[in-house]
Nanobody, 115 residues
């Protein structure tokens, strides 16, 4: 069982920055594939970014060049640095882990981008 706890959401201004963190349980974090998803009101949940155990990354087109996913295996934590925020980034952001062919989700953290 893997438990994920997100933090760092809140209110951001257009053009500003926020950093999300996701702390994971377990002694084998370094081999988890980790990702961030988001779900805007009335819409489906979508993949934002993922990072493999070898730190290979990929991003959805709408956040490329603005968001950066990274991981610190020593802290069992994955991050999402969000720069140049836009109102359309407003959503609940969910941390995701894939381990032993099982998927795990965090409880979500709200990000609101508004002036």
């Amino acid at each position: 069982q893997v438990q994920l706890v997100e933090s760092g959401g809140g209110l951001g201004q257009p053009g500003g920055s926020l950093r999300l963190s996701c702390a994971a349980s377990g002694s084998r974090f370094s081999i988890y594939t980790m990702a961030w998803y988001r779900q805007a009101p009335g819409k489906q949940r979508h993949l934002v970014a993922w990072i493999t155990s070898t730190s290979r990354t990929n991003y959805t087109d709408s956040v490329k060049g603005r968001f950066t996913i990274s991981r610190d295996n020593g802290k069992n934590t994955v991050y999402l640095q969000m720069n140049s925020l836009k109102p359309e980034d407003t959503a609940v952001y969910y941390c995701y882990a894939l381990f032993n062919a099982r998927a795990y989700w965090g409880q979500g953290t709200q990000v609101t981008v508004s002036s």
